[in-house]
């Protein structure tokens, strides 16, 4: 892998408490140049915290924290990189462009504000207070603020969060063209149909660690289960007492099994029933492999715990 | 790791001193024009001291004459630019920390100080507007300023309410949201009565003003007593205390921002 050569930004056995909570437990993290990566997990894995500490906002208490080589902390870091947050209440009296034209000035050659507005699609919004938006018209002037100044590197926390369909394929688009101009992106996000859609690369955390980490199809790949889905005349329970069925239920007529073995499962459906149709078999989603990944990560935790009592 | 090192010598990411400075420029200016376009915000606080003026200084002191209304002239002004440094600074501070404006301004490479140089600025403008009411109003007590002294007493104000900046900006890191203004009325309130400000020392009891050389308002007092010609005691001992005040809280509050947020 090339990716250590090109790291652009990066935690190595990074550690927060807060109190007696461990918010980050030795995390690694690399992005290189020009991918886009998503950070997936569930809520308190550490994904904010993660970003804390790469933003320099916070300091970690050991373990190393990089950005383009240096301390996040330096201003010279944080000039090459764009930050979308999940929740900043910008100042609700200035006007969109005002509010482009002041991010911009931070940065030492940023946009064109006609180009920002295009590229964020807010074109028509620049005279309007950012108070008097929609907030999914907010979350796009927040995105144009983030790219504004032409960054290396885009951080966005939970973009897509109260935006409608058409603002979210919009900001997709978006950070495709970001991506194509060579702009690397950490996205965290609780779409994982975002990350299935947008990222290069995955990387899973779970209890202040990276539980898993490669591409999405890798991640799929790690849970070896498939659905099945037909329409048929044997009974469920039928199909429920076979060996490798994990689960088996009926969606009206339409029976759902998951099972580790599609192949076999399948050939006992036909076997058993000449008239089934409508036979669909698939890998199992992201959002599948996803559960699958954290509930063992918390049973993992779980058992450390009770060894640890 | 050397590769690491090559990635940034390929594009190096330094800004011109011009481009800084306008970023300075830039904070400064939404700070401004942010306020002015919600006067709900700054108007009490730039009027309240006027008010009070008005009651206490100008009508019910008409029997007193002239040397009174003079004398609550410079102690009202240091009660009226108190508040834009305290509630000003540290009201806006606390909210901003708390809506996470704050947070997405230190993630971005906003130069460190432009922040509070921008909230320094709207302070001073609005002390200055609150100065010039009070002189305003203290024709009407008929207090005669020369040029020199009306202006010394705009001076004042508008130095004096940095420390009180500061002071605000530290609360403003320790009470996040709504507790800030609480919390301020708390210290402004009580800190003007003990330094003399609504009544003059002497009828305070005699502990009060023996520990009154500790608030900062006593001292930024002295000065504006100075301004208006009722003091020629020597000024720099208490502009040294004002000064080490403000540049105490300042440095105990960037410690706050940079460990906390």
Known sequence: ?309 | METVISVLASEPASMSRGRVFGAYLAEARGECVRYMRAPAFMLPIMLFPGLFYLVFGVLMVKSEGADAARYLLASYGVFGVMSPGLFGFGVSLALERDGGLLTFKRALPMPPGAYLLGKMLMAMCAAAVVILLLLALSRLAHVALLPTQAGALLLTGVLGVLPFCALGMFIGTVFKGQGAPGMLQLIYLPMSFLSGLWFPLPMLPKFLQQIAPIWPSYHLDKIAMAAVGLNNEPLLPHVLVLLGFAVGFLLLATRRLRRYG
């Open chain 1, 1 to 309: 892998m090339s990716l250590t050569t090109t790291s652009i930004a990066r935690l190595d056995g990074a550690i927060k408490t807060y109190g007696r909570l461990t918010a980050l437990d030795g995390a690694n993290l690399q992005i290189g140049r020009g991918e886009l990566l998503a950070l997936l997990g569930p809520n308190g894995a550490g994904k904010t915290t993660a970003i804390a500490l790469l933003l320099g906002l916070i300091r970690a208490d050991a373990g190393t924290v990089e950005l383009f080589g240096r301390d996040p902390q330096q201003i010279e870091a944080r000039r090459r990189i764009g930050v979308m947050l999940q929740n900043a209440v910008l100042p609700p009296t200035l006007r969109v462009g005002e509010l482009l034209r002041l991010t911009a000035s931070y940065y030492p050659s940023p946009r064109p504000l006609a180009e920002t507005a295009e590229l964020a699609g807010i074109g028509e919004l620049l005279k309007r207070p950012y108070a008097k938006l929609s907030g999914g018209q907010q979350r796009s002037v927040q995105l144009a603020l983030a790219l504004c100044g032409r960054p290396e590197l885009l951080f966005l926390d939970e973009p897509t969060v109260g935006m409608d369909v058409d603002a979210r394929q919009k900001l997709w688009s978006a950070i495709r063209r970001l991506i194509a101009e060579g702009c690397a992106v950490l996205l965290t996000t609780h779409y994982l149909e975002e990350a299935e859609v947008l990222a290069d690369r995955v990387c899973v955390m779970a209890h202040g660690r990276m539980i898993h980490e490669g591409t999405v199809d890798e991640l799929r790949a790690r849970v070896a289960l498939k659905r099945i889905r037909c329409v048929t005349g044997t009974s469920i329970e039928k199909v429920r007492g076979w060996p490798d069925v994990a689960e088996a239920r009926l969606d009206g007529e339409r029976l759902h099994i998951t099972t580790a073995d599609a192949e076999t499962v399948v050939r006992h459906l036909l076997g058993a029933d000449a008239q089934l149709r409508e036979l669909e078999v698939q890998r199992a989603g992201l959002a599948e492999a996803f559960t699958e990944l954290t509930r063992d990560a918390d049973e993992v935790s779980a058992t450390d715990q009770r060894e640890a009592a």
